[in-house]
């Protein structure tokens, strides 16, 4: 856990973060490490997200778009042999998922709101 949080105490998170949520937390970390995928990309990705927790909104939003560019970017590659609309309605198309959806709107909402402000 400490390789995780790195100078970030466990006790540090938000009161928002459940404790089943950090529960799941080390649960994941514990199974990366019985499926020997614990190595250092994966464990700094989950630092970035346990980190951005505690950062700004927008510092998060970035995150996440980072992580649904790189999935739309993979979910093309491999499905560049389907036919157009299958690819389009998939439900494995990450544009397709409430979650991406979510963030645009959000992502709409920062950019109003910076544009406002400035």
């Not at 466990?10 to 990366?32: D, F, G, H, N, R």
């Not at 510092?59 to 993979?74: H, P, V």
Request: with cysteine; aromatic share 10%; hydrophobic share 40%.
């Amino acid at each position: 856990m400490k390789q995780l949080t790195g100078f970030i105490p466990v006790a540090a998170l938000p009161e928002s973060t459940a404790a089943s949520a950090k529960q799941q937390l080390i649960e994941t970390i514990e199974w990366l490490y019985k499926e020997g995928a614990a190595t250092e990309i994966n464990l700094k990705l989950l630092t970035a997200i346990v980190e951005s927790i505690l950062c700004l909104e927008e510092s998060y939003t970035r995150f996440l778009q980072c992580g649904f560019d790189a999935a739309i970017e993979f979910f093309n590659t491999n499905s560049q042999n389907w036919d157009f609309e299958e690819s389009i309605l998939s439900p494995h198309n990450p544009k397709n998922w409430d979650e991406y959806k979510q963030l645009q709107q959000t992502r709409a909402l920062l950019s109003t709101t910076r544009t406002v402000t400035e």
